[in-house]
Structures are given as structure tokens and as C-alpha cells.
């Protein structure tokens, strides 16, 4: 989980910071640097989620 947090934390400045120098909108910045990386922050947890269920299924089936 912390992996996750830390990960989120990079994301909300980079969004943040891309948005912000493509537009200029400190608010617009905000508003996308809040809402993508939440969203694609829980993504990423259900991936790695994902990832640890393949990687068993695929130790069992070679035990």
C-alpha cells in the first residue's frame, strides 16, 4: 500500500505540472491533477492486485 501512495503522490504533481504548463489554469490544473490520478491511482492498485493473482496461479501450476 505504501508503494501505491508514494505512487499517487508523483502522479498528482506530474498531472498537475502538465496541465498546468499546457494551459497555464492553476485551477484547471488542480481539477485534473485531483481527479485523473485518483482515478488511475486505483487502476494501478487493481493491476498490481491483478499481477500477485496471476503470479500465484502460475506458481501453483508449476509446483
Given at each position: 500500500?505504501?508503494?501505491?501512495?508514494?505512487?499517487?503522490?508523483?502522479?498528482?504533481?506530474?498531472?498537475?505540472?502538465?496541465?498546468?504548463l499546457?494551459?497555464?489554469?492553476?485551477?484547471?490544473?488542480?481539477?485534473?491533477?485531483?481527479?485523473?490520478?485518483?482515478?488511475?491511482?486505483?487502476?494501478?492498485?487493481?493491476?498490481e492486485?491483478?499481477w500477485?493473482?496471476?503470479?500465484?496461479?502460475?506458481?501453483?501450476?508449476?509446483?
Amino acid at each position: 500500500m505504501k508503494k501505491t501512495a508514494t505512487f499517487a503522490v508523483v502522479h498528482f504533481c506530474v498531472a498537475f505540472g502538465v496541465t498546468y504548463l499546457l494551459t497555464g489554469s492553476w485551477v484547471l490544473g488542480g481539477m485534473i491533477a485531483l481527479i485523473e490520478p485518483s482515478v488511475n491511482t486505483v487502476a494501478y492498485f487493481l493491476h498490481e492486485k491483478a499481477w500477485g493473482y496471476v503470479n500465484r496461479r502460475q506458481s501453483s501450476l508449476l509446483s
